[in-house]
């Protein structure tokens, strides 16, 4: 008699499913969801990760670390990338135009 895990539990996820390390897409093939539940390596790029991660939902895996959720596809991906790289320009002409009212502001008080 002891505190120790029951020896069919001893090596599964919290969830009781087996725990598949998973590095490259053919990882993905013959996994049974109703068994396994996947665990990404951290070696892994986040192109590469968005995109395991839709296949493992397409197959209907649980994913353990399934990392950022803002972005769920890599088409997506390149769309917010776009989007972040004119937002700086932007964002720099609008600070640009407001240091200029500041110091017209303040010549006027001066004045």
């Known amino acids: ?31 049974d969801p109703k068994s396994h539940i996947v665990r990404f390596s951290a070696r892994l790029g986040e192109r590469k990760r968005l995109l395991l991660r839709e296949k493992a939902r397409e197959f209907g895996l649980r994913i353990a670390n399934p990392g950022r959720e803002g972005v769920s596809t890599v088409e997506e991906q390149g769309e917010v990338e776009k989007a972040q790289a004119s937002t700086p320009a932007k964002m720099s002409k609008s600070v640009t135009e407001s240091s200029e ?11």
């Open 1 to 31: 008699m002891g505190y120790g895990t029951a020896s069919k539990l001893k090596g599964l996820h919290p969830r009781g499913l087996s725990e598949r390390l998973v590095e490259k897409l053919s990882d993905l093939n013959g996994l």
């Open 101 to 111: 009212t500041e110091s017209t502001s303040d010549s006027e008080e001066l004045g």
